[in-house]
């Protein structure tokens, strides 16, 4: 793999509440996040501290995680605790409407809904991190290494969601490819993009996408011919790779142990930027960084802007040039 640049951060947006896991920029170039008092959040003119202007377009009532902004202005919104909802902003701020769309599968109440995405026929494809542990013990679930991790499928129009994968190590970001024919599943657990065929002669099959140098939250596709850009949440941790080969049983114990710790999140953090065939094409990294734990990465004009689920506000930074683009 290239030697990493370093990732320049220019200024740091507060936003008055922690936990912008996940950050995606609209067509107009403004950045949408939720936080963990359950608001959506657009965020304008990020590129100057002094002009950044932070609008509220709605309330979950949950944990709002992944983000998938539609072409009619509407948001899909992943909840950990309501499931996948549609937010329509309203008119006045923090008005807009929140409908859920899924909140179970085959009778299995729907819980830590990670991230979505939505193809032009209407279909939503989404993620669940894990069956076993909830969000705010998301730690127990990679130290057990439980591979309870799914991969549904909302049809168009609503209905029951349908399970396409299981058995995910700790599914987390999503990602279509640029013509539609495969899903990019960030594997927090197994530090691996996992590729999902829709369409051809593998249909429904998966394989490896890339293997990573870290642990992979949030994805973000720059558009049908930009780079599908990776949040890394944390370097990988060579003893729990070694943990991951335990017994069940021990995996287990240390999950309970890790779930009544504190967290200490890496002082190294990164970005890549991949392209369709998995080729990494960019790789940002930043050692000792006063901004930890990086959920989410998005770009707007000349900057990356970075979400994190432990931060009370988003990190923005320089972008690379020239531009990362498909070779």
């Known amino acids: 793999m290239d030697r990493p640049t370093e990732l320049v951060p220019l200024h740091y947006v507060s936003l008055g509440a922690r936990g912008p896991e996940d950050v995606v920029a609209d067509a107009c170039g403004r950045v949408l996040t939720g936080v963990e008092d359950g608001r959506i959040l657009r965020l304008h003119d990020l590129g100057d501290p002094r002009t950044a202007r932070v609008e509220v377009l709605a309330e979950t009532g949950g944990r709002p995680l992944g983000l998938e902004p539609l072409p009619d202005g509407g948001l899909l919104v992943c909840d950990a605790e309501r499931g996948l909802l549609r937010v329509d902003p309203g008119l006045r701020p923090g008005g807009g409407t929140v409908r859920v769309l899924a909140d179970s599968v085959a009778g299995e109440r729907l819980r830590f809904c990670s991230n979505v995405v939505a193809l032009p026929d209407g279909t939503a494809y989404f993620t669940v991190s894990s069956r076993r542990y909830p969000l705010e013990h998301w730690i127990g ?166 979400g994190s689920l432990r931060e009370p506000g988003v990190a923005v930074c320089a972008r690379p040039r020239p531009p990362l683009t498909r070779r």
């Open 141 to 306: 679930d990679i130290v057990e290494h439980t591979g309870t991790g799914r991969l549904l499928r909302l049809p168009p129009g609503g209905g029951d969601p349908e399970v396409l994968l299981d058995g995910l190590q700790f599914a987390n970001g999503l990602a279509a490819g640029g013509d539609g024919s495969f899903l990019v599943i960030a594997e927090t657990g197994a530090c691996r993009l996992t590729r999902y065929h829709l369409t051809g002669p593998h249909t429904g099959r998966t394989d490896l996408f890339a293997a990573l140098p870290g642990m992979p939250d949030n994805l973000w596709r720059e558009g049908t011919d930009g780079p599908v850009w990776v949040a890394l949440a944390s370097p990988r941790v060579p003893p729990l790779d070694l943990l991951h080969r335990a017994p069940p049983a021990v995996r287990a114990a240390a999950a309970r142990a890790a779930v009544r710790a504190p967290y200490r999140p890496s002082g190294t953090i990164g970005v890549m930027a991949l392209d369709d065939t998995g080729r990494t094409i960019g790789r940002l990294v930043r050692r000792r960084s006063g901004f930890r734990m990086v959920t989410g990465v998005c770009a707007t004009g000349d900057h990356l802007v970075l």
